[in-house]
Each structure stands twice: as C-alpha cells, then as structure tokens.
C-alpha cells in the first residue's frame, strides 16, 4: 500500500479535522440533556478510541518484532505507545474537564470507565522506565515487545469488563438499547475519529522520520570521525555494544 | 443533572479543546527543535567533510563527485538509502 507524502498527509489531517470541528459546533445539535457541553464528547472520544487502538498497534509491531527480529517494528511500537500515551494525557484532561462540568467532581473513583482507562494509561507509563533500565540494546528490544504484547491485551480486556460492567455516571453512547446518537451526531463523530486517526498515524511517521534521520545522521559521522564517537542526540543505552568504551 | 447555561459550559469546552490543541502544539514544538538538531549535526557533518582530506584526491573525475558530497551529498545519499540504518531507531 503506498501512502501519501508526509507533507500531504499533514495537510489532509488538519482538513478532516478542521471538518470535523466544524461539524460539531454549526451541524451537530446540542444534546437534550447535557446541552453545549456534550461537545467535549466529539473531542475526549476519538482520543480515547485512537489511544487504545495505538496500544493494540503497538503490540502487533511487538509480535512482528519478535517473530522478524527486525528493529524496525521495534521503533513503530515504542513510537506508537509513546504517541497513544500521549493521547492518554488529553483523554485524562479532557475527560476532567468534561466530569467537572456535568458531574461538578474532576474525578469519580468508583467508575468502571475512568478508573480502568487511569490503570492502562498508567500501565504504558511504566513502559519507559521499564525500556531504558535495560542496558543491552537487544535485551532492551525484546522486554519492551513483551511489555508491549502483555499490556496490549489489557486494552480488549478492558473494554469488555467496562462494558460489562453496571455503570453509575459515564454514558454508554455506542450500540445501546436505548438507540444511541442521532445522525447528525454520527456525522459530527465520524468526522472527528477520522481526523484523530489522521492525526495520530501522521505524528507516527513524524517521529518514526525524525527518529530514522536522527540514527541515520549518528552512522554517518561515526563513519566521518571514527569508532570513538558517542551519538550525542541518541537514547542509547550506556554499556551498548561498540560504543561502550567510549562512554 | 440539568444542562449548564452557554456562558458557563462553553468556557469548559473552550478549555478541553485548548488544551488539545496546547498538547498538539508542544508536541509538534518538541519535535521542530528536534530536527532542528538535526539538521544543525549535520552542517557540522558537511563541514567535517569538507575539511577531511579525501584519499583520492587529484585522481581523474572525482572532483565533480567530492564536492557534491562536500555540499551535503554524504548525508542525502544516506537518507535515500532504504533501511540502511535500524540499529538506532529507539
């Protein structure tokens, strides 16, 4: 499959959201019973949907790394986890935002939903530390894919026991019997999640390019000023091989 | 619980659409002076090169080739190079 450049991906990720936004405020209707604010929803809901799809990427790459050997995959599930985490942050604030105004509390602890995304956001928070307290490079590679893999299956885990379980405050808007969104809000919904994807898989292959010119620039002056070279911007772990004695 | 007014639910609104945009923002920052290094590592890289004595200079044909790669070449050949490097990427 051949993807657009870069640059063209950008522009069309700023279009479908900038689409999207638009949708939610001058196409969607206000909702009956939350009114304006209901509009967080169109935000705090793809994030969330594109964090937790990140983490499942995340794991894929795991397996094809550890079935490949290739760093390649590596790279794309420690990008993919990074950028989901990231993610993460925005769901946690804009989640808190959205409780304070329609609950009047920033944080219910006894909610299946919010309390379960906290401990998978967390879980990949421990991912770094984890990584770099491994000194060998491959060692470091093949922990961090298994990391990658076993916390990946708390993602499908964790939709399930939400679903399942009986819910006190935060709405189940998907697939209920009580009917769901009307149209113009799954057009408005649509568009955003669209965008969101957009967004995360561009800002995937933008660290996935920089991080690529980055290893590809440290080889390039090893190979100009010799051996004793420490690549400067690098995270290479201390004691790697070949490049150990010159830390 | 009944619906906030619009004056008050839009400055929540306005807040959680800000600070997606913030995150995006820093992000996107972060990773400009990133590449930014990069692109300064490099000049020094093109300088490097310039200044390092090459081992067949003076031979017939190869000037044209030195000072394209004194210019930046090196590094562009490199770039272009398809999974040349993978060893650093994390």
Known sequence: ?247 | MPALPLDEAGKYVAAAYIVFLALVLAYVAIMAAKLQRIDRELGELADLAERKPRPDAGAPGTDARADRDARGGVGGKLFEREGSSREELV
Not at chain 1, 166 to 176: D, E, G, I, Y
Not at chain 1, 215 to 235: F, H, M, P, Q, W
Request: charged share 15%.
């Open chain 1, 1 to 247: 499959m051949r993807f657009p450049s870069l640059r063209a991906h950008a522009a069309i990720t700023v279009a479908v959201l900038a689409a999207g936004f638009a949708l939610v405020f001058f196409y969607a209707p206000n909702d009956a019973d939350q009114g304006f604010i209901q509009k967080i929803f169109y935000l705090h809901v793809p994030l969330a949907v594109c964090a937790l799809a990140g983490f499942l990427v995340a794991a894929i790459h795991a397996i094809r790394h550890l079935r490949t050997g290739d760093p390649i995959h590596d790279a794309r599930a420690y990008v993919s986890i990074h950028l989901s985490v990231i993610f993460g942050v925005a769901v946690l604030v804009t989640g808190s935002i959205w409780a304070r105004a329609s609950w009047g509390k920033w944080w219910v602890w006894d909610e299946p939903t919010l309390v379960s995304f906290l401990i998978v956001f967390l879980l990949y928070a421990t991912y770094y530390p984890l990584r770099y307290a491994i000194e060998d490079r491959d060692r470091q590679a093949r922990y961090a894919s298994v990391f990658a893999i076993t916390a990946g299956a708390f993602v499908p885990l964790n939709f399930i026991a939400v679903r399942a379980a009986q819910s006190l405050v935060h709405p189940r808007v998907f697939a209920t019997a009580e009917g769901g969104m009307p149209p113009k809000m799954w057009v408005a919904f649509c568009a955003c999640l669209a965008g969101m994807a957009l967004l995360w898989t561009c800002l995937v292959r933008f660290e996935l390019a920089a991080k690529a010119a980055s290893a590809k620039l440290s080889r390039l002056r090893r190979a100009l000023e010799g051996e004793s070279y420490v690549a400067s911007g690098s995270r290479i772990a201390p004691g790697a091989p070949s490049r150990a004695a010159s830390t």
